[in-house]
């Protein structure tokens, strides 16, 4: 279980992960080890799985943010597809989703030229994939984590 306590390290983690834990415990007004004891415990637990930092891939001259819905021809297919689908660099996220499609990827590429060969090169000759449909992103209004209120 999880307390007050430990949303507050979270959610302050979440702000910044490279605030010290002197400063967690600061803020918090707990000791540094009760911080680390507690951070360590989250660790362990599999509530905090890593460490991140926020790239604007824009400013590395990736201008092409785009989004693939995946057919699968077959359900039984999405473990094999997810595996060759990890091997796409520029794959960001893949969602076993409901609805239309059998999985939903972000994908970060150049330009859309860069978008055509991840495409038509990796993508599309993975077997299992029936067909895809994409949809290319004009601007991200939102990007945030989510801050926890409650245990």
Known sequence: ?????DIKIINSLVENSRR????????????NVA???????LEKQG???GYTAVIDYLELGYKTVAYLGIFLEK?????TVISELQQV???????????NYSIFVKICAKDNR???????????????IARTETFISLQEGIHKELILKDP
Do not use: C, W
């Open 89 to 99: 660099p520029e794959i960001l996220e893949a969602h076993f989703t409901t609805g």
């Open 75 to 79: 359900a039984k297919n999405y473990h």
């Open 35 to 41: 911080t680390q004891q507690r951070i360590t415990k």
């Open 1 to 5: 279980m999880i307390d007050d306590i």
């Open 20 to 31: 010290s834990t002197t400063k967690i415990s600061e803020d918090l007004r707990i000791s």
């Open 114 to 128: 860069h978008l055509m060969d991840i495409l038509s090169d990796q993508i599309q000759s993975i077997d299992g």
């Open 47 to 49: 509530i905090i799985r």
